[in-house]
């Protein structure tokens, strides 16, 4: 559950991990690498809702997994699985959930907890509690490599944008467990309107109650 959420958002502590991935220590960037990051974190910013449908996969051997990934900064996400997989995630600004439709069971977290939140924040940052480890550059594409800053061993999130035109394409996580995952966005649409009463936990139908 924990690498499902984690692959998605990157590093949501749904569950206390294992053990702690080795992380080697990072290479200082390039003066031209530090250069980049306000552009990138001005793109980032600059989204405000986003849905798309995606292909996750992993190097464990799981199925590939498809589904539709919508977010609405700040702080509202939701993840639907399609079928036969019937799990779901949303988080409705305050907390994260995850619905396991096989045991009929949810588990939540708070937002901000982990690095889970970093694509939620009202304001994205490349620096305070998260440390840009890596970039690099490959046949069009732009890699950032990003940690948490206190616990750099929990795992890592790599954002993969495409050049040109500048877009945010795909991200692969590598989880405190040493296991990665990829999730593909496919067609991506980006300022689009959302309903934004679906970003509400709901239970066997039922939106929760709110106070």
């Not at 590939?64 to 019937?86: C, E, K, S, V």
Request: avoid cysteine.
């Amino acid at each position: 559950m924990r690498s499902l959420l984690l692959a998605l958002l990157a590093a949501a502590a749904l569950s206390a991990p294992v053990a702690a991935a080795k992380v080697k220590a990072p290479l200082p960037l390039t003066a031209e690498q530090q250069a980049q990051l306000p552009a990138v974190e001005t793109y980032l910013n600059g989204i405000k809702t986003l849905k798309s449908q995606f292909i996750q996969s992993s190097d464990d051997g799981a199925p590939l997994q498809t589904g539709t990934f919508q977010l609405w900064r700040p702080g509202r996400m939701r993840i639907d699985y399609d079928p036969p997989n019937a799990n779901y995630i949303v988080a409705d600004g305050s907390f994260v959930y995850f619905w396991d439709a096989e045991v009929k069971e949810q588990q939540n977290a708070p937002i901000g907890s982990t690095l889970a939140d970093f694509l939620l924040r009202d304001k994205i940052s490349l620096s305070g509690d998260v440390v840009v480890t890596a970039m690099s550059r490959d046949e069009g594409l732009l890699e950032v490599t990003l940690v948490q800053a206190k616990e750099p061993g929990q795992g890592s999130l790599t954002l993969v944008f495409e050049e040109r035109p500048f877009g945010l394409r795909k991200w692969r996580v590598l989880d405190a467990q040493g296991r990665t995952t990829e999730v593909a966005l496919q067609n991506p649409q980006f300022g689009v309107s959302l309903d934004k009463d679906q970003f509400f936990f709901r239970d066997s139908g039922r939106r929760r109650e709110r106070d």
